[in-house]
């Protein structure tokens, strides 16, 4: 099995910075895609960012302020500055391809954190 667990988010002032964290653990060979996603209260979960092989890729909200960066293939960050209001949410993070050992052997699957709190007042 592969676990993720964020942290990092919390309440902030608008224009403010945070940096969210995601560790996985397990034992994982490696993981296809990394990415955040979020979700504010009544809305679908939107993707936010996501890294794979050092390629990165933004939502068009984020763009500019919002940095996703990956260190080993197990952590992974996402430093958000300029923040607004409009990104208070949940922020999830998000592993696909994770190739792993399990107690059958390898498997790969795509797996979810629980989720962290970002709240940015005005």
């Known amino acids: 099995q592969v676990q993720l667990v964020e942290s990092g988010g919390g309440l902030v002032q608008a224009g403010g910075s945070l940096r969210l964290s995601c560790a996985a653990s397990g034992v994982i060979y490696s993981i296809n895609v990394m990415g955040w996603y979020r979700q504010a209260p009544g809305k679908q979960r939107e993707l936010v960012a996501t890294?794979?092989?050092?390629?990165t890729n933004y939502a068009d909200s984020v763009k500019g302020r919002f940095t996703i960066s990956r260190e080993a293939k197990n952590t992974m960050y996402l430093q958000m500055n300029s923040l607004k209001p409009e990104d208070t949410a949940v922020y999830y993070c998000?592993?696909?391809?994770?190739?792993?050992?399990?107690?059958?052997?390898?498997?790969?699957?795509?797996?979810w954190g629980q989720g962290t709190q970002v709240t940015v007042s005005s």
């Open positions: 998000n592993a696909e391809g994770a190739l792993y050992l399990s107690s059958l052997g390898p498997k790969r699957g795509d797996y």
């Open positions: 890294i794979s092989r050092g390629s």
